[in-house]
């Protein structure tokens, strides 16, 4: 079935580093979104992507489509401790509803 | 604001024991979702509905029922507990995938089958 992965599995940084997660999926999204999951809570949406090459900012985090809609990228510059959290992609098999979420990258942030 | 409440955040279960795990949302969404969130594995999907009554099979769902009788609300049944299912479950909603929407999460229930 479908697959989605996402790399690193964990990454720690210092604070002030710059942090990227890739996502990767085995067959083409339709769309793509970013959740992100606090400690202890649930995944909280951050944004969707759906145009091929589409770049999108939300202040300190860039999120980036791939031009074959099977990649996906969300960078954070000069990282600070709340960003701490498990980010995964997410979407959606096309033409159906079933809804696919890659394995994550957790982040830790070193003050 | 969109809420999605799980009927518990933390059980305990024995082997072999039916468990019900219930999810409601009030927005009125069309679509509702189980996953069970493991480490390393992300969130795996278990079963989703688009319609009330209607149901689809999600990745892993082995050792699961679900039942939708009213718009609302979206139970995940266990149908005979095993150690194999102790994980966090987490329920969503959205208002319609195929118009690209976020999904809203319920807090979580971590189950424990002992």
């Known amino acids: 079935g479908q697959q989605v992965m996402q790399i690193p599995q964990y990454q720690h940084v210092q604070e002030g580093e710059d942090f990227t997660t890739y996502c990767n999926s085995s067959?083409?999204?339709?769309?793509i979104q970013w959740y992100k999951q606090r400690p202890g809570g649930h995944p909280v949406f951050l944004i969707q992507?759906?145009?091929?090459?589409e770049v999108k900012k939300q202040k300190r985090l860039t999120f980036q489509f791939g031009e074959a809609k099977k990649n996906s990228s969300l960078h954070i510059t000069a990282t600070q401790t709340t960003d701490v959290g498990t980010y995964f992609c997410?979407?959606?098999?096309?033409?159906?509803?079933?809804?696919?979420f890659g394995t994550g990258t957790r982040l830790k942030v070193l003050a | 604001d969109v809420k999605v409440t799980q009927s518990s955040r933390y059980l305990v279960k024995r082997t072999g024991e039916k468990v019900f795990l219930e999810c409601v949302q009030d927005?009125?969404?069309?679509?509702m979702f189980w996953y069970r969130q493991d480490p390393g594995l992300g969130l795996r999907l278990i079963y989703f509905?688009?319609?009330?009554?209607?149901?689809e099979k999600g990745d892993i769902p082995e050792g699961y029922s679900v039942s939708r009788e009213k718009k609302e609300r979206f139970s995940l049944i266990l149908e005979s507990a095993s150690t194999n299912q102790t994980s966090m479950y987490l329920c969503?909603?959205?208002?319609?995938?195929?118009?690209?929407?976020?999904?809203?999460f319920g807090q979580g229930t971590r189950l424990t089958v002992v």
């Open positions: 509905s688009y319609d009330v009554k209607m149901k």
């Open positions: 992507l759906v145009k091929s090459g």
């Open positions: 927005m009125d969404h069309e679509n």
């Open positions: 997410a979407g959606p098999t096309s033409g159906t509803y079933k809804y696919i």
């Open positions: 969503a909603s959205s208002l319609e995938w195929q118009m690209n929407t976020e999904a809203f």
């Open positions: 067959t083409t999204l339709s769309n």
